[in-house]
């Protein structure tokens, strides 16, 4: 009707949205031929019927009405139809954008996921992350944002992140072991597997940038399973390194397999490139002194914290199985070695396991690079039998062999001096013992002499006044306060407990005269 041509018989409308299945059945509504509206199609019929101005300002009742009831009623109404929604909106872009069916399908899913994130509504509690993972990336990432301007918790949000990125890069992340099947080298020619990896280096690229701030939102496996994507994949500068800070927050809490995921490629035959190793153990040094600026007092080559110790352990362990590989030069070993500082080493055992080890498997250096290799160790900090073995090892170097021998010869001397200090003390000890013992054996005669006389005088006393059996009867229905003395007598008798020698006591006289129907003991 608008156009000037009175012939007009064809009408160019290629770029209607969601092509030619959308417009037959926007066709076939208007010749009331009946057509099924689904989840999977509304979004398509409503971008087409108002692109076509199928609109009730023309008829009421027209598709774009209709449209617009079934996504209101049923495609916004749980969160697997919104799901299917928007992910169908992946091929209606941008024109989805411009008639609000993104949006709406966003605040709608954010809603649901924070809600079943909190208050479960099926089993298992995390069945939403599932639903979520069927979406590009560019929805995937308007829902995440979504979710965390309502406040999501970053573990919720770590979840939804985790469990996309396993299903998004099924073939490299397995089971956050790093584990792959059938993967082939970055540098194969192949033309698919090199559009493949483009697709999933762009992936990767945009899950990261979504990662919450809180280090303790990932697993270290998942983590470094990511990195280990990140080199093989050969993503950006930006997006390894954000892996690698991350990493190196929880380093104490790494593994020596987490570190192996780094360090081999998938067919586990060759070494990849060893800078991000470095990178996160340095990061981690780094980190180490900036905090013992704050603690007053605390001397850095000096003081090292529990977390510090568990990486030194990890990384000592970490070289002794690298070293096994014939590809690792003397520079990546070493490089490796020098990051922890000397002072943080208690032992150089482990060290020197891998030394040996490397040494092992390279047989051809020469003595000038075999003394570069052991530059990393401290002969000082070598156990009795690790300085042993040492000795007798005839792999290391010559100047290193004499170090532990001299080392092991001031040790001994060492040990020989503080045993007689200790020995010393304790016959010290013993000494002030005996003396204690003597003068507490010489209180305990005096009192028994003392007691021993007054019994006889008491005795004595008793037999002098005594001038009738009234008397004596009288006497003798008197016997506590002896009885009681006996009793104190006995408590202080030092060969109560056992048989102890008595020669140191001498004989005292006894008064044998027998009482009269009593008898006092002083035992």
């Known amino acids: 009707m608008e156009s000037e041509e009175s012939d007009l018989t064809r009408i160019e409308i290629s770029n209607i949205p969601g092509g030619q299945e959308a417009f037959e059945k ?12 689904t989840v999977h199609n509304v979004a398509a019929l409503h971008c087409a019927a108002v692109f076509l101005q199928m609109t009730d300002e023309y008829c009421d009742g027209n598709l774009a009405g209709r449209t617009e009831d079934f996504l209101s009623q049923v ?72 979710m965390k301007q309502r406040g999501a918790k970053y573990l919720t949000v770590a979840g939804a992140l985790i469990t996309y990125t396993e299903r998004a890069l099924r073939e490299l992340v397995r089971d956050q072991t790093g584990g792959g099947k059938g993967i082939r080298s970055p540098e194969s020619g192949d033309s698919d597997s090199e559009s493949k990896r483009s697709e999933q280096r762009e992936l990767l690229q945009a899950i990261v940038p979504l990662f919450p701030t809180e280090k303790a939102a990932f697993p270290v496996n998942f983590l470094c399973c990511l990195l280990r994507c990140a080199i093989y994949l050969r993503a950006s500068s930006v997006c390894k390194r954000e892996l690698e800070k991350r990493v190196t927050e929880i380093l104490e809490h790494v593994t020596v397999d987490d570190l ?14 060893l800078d991000s190793v470095r990178r996160i153990i340095s990061g981690f040094v780094e980190r180490e002194k900036s905090t013992t600026v704050f603690n007053a007092g605390v001397n850095f080559n000096e003081d090292f914290s529990a977390a510090m110790q568990r990486v030194v352990k ?11 590989y014939g590809e690792l030069s003397i520079s990546k070993f070493n490089g490796i070695a020098i ?9 150089d055992d482990d060290l020197y396991r891998a030394v040996d080890i490397y040494l092992k498997v390279h047989p051809n250096l020469d003595e000038i690079e075999k003394e570069k290799v052991c530059s990393v160790l401290d002969p000082l900090k070598l156990s009795y039998e690790a300085r042993v073995h ?77 001038s009738s059996g009234r008397e004596n009867i009288g006497l003798a229905k008197k016997p506590t306060f002896f009885s009681s003395m006996s009793k104190k007598l006995s408590k202080l008798n030092p060969f109560k407990n056992g048989s102890k020698d008595t020669s140191h006591i001498d004989d005292a006289p006894v008064d044998l005269t027998k009482p009269r129907r009593r008898r006092f003991s002083i035992s």
């Open 75 to 146: 495609g916004l109404s749980t969160l697997h139809s919104a799901v299917a929604v928007l992910k169908s909106c992946q091929k209606l872009l941008p024109f989805a954008v411009e008639v609000n069916i993104v949006d709406r399908c966003v605040e709608f899913i954010s809603s649901k996921a924070c809600s079943e994130a909190n208050f479960p509504s099926q089993s298992p509690p995390n069945w939403w992350t599932e639903e979520l993972a069927v979406l590009d990336v560019d929805s995937f990432a308007k829902v995440i944002t979504a």
């Open 26 to 37: 926007a066709a076939k509504f208007c010749y009331g031929v009946n057509f099924e509206i």
């Open 314 to 324: 990890t990384v000592d362990t970490y070289l002794a199985e690298i070293a096994a």
């Open 260 to 273: 192996l995921v780094l360090t081999f490629s998938y067919d586990g035959e060759r070494l990849l490139d």
């Open 339 to 347: 990051l922890i500082p000397k002072g943080s080493r208690k032992s």
């Open 390 to 466: 040492a000795s007798k090892n005839k792999r290391l170097p010559l100047q290193i062999v004499l170090h532990a021998l001299y080392y092991d010869q001031l040790h001994i001397r060492s040990g020989t001096a503080e045993e007689k200090v200790a020995l010393a003390v304790a016959e010290k000890k013993q000494l002030q013992a005996d003396v204690s013992l003597v003068r507490e054996n010489e209180e305990l005669r005096s009192e028994l002499m003392k007691m021993k006389m007054f019994i006889s005088d008491m005795q004595k006393h008793g037999h002098g006044t005594s």
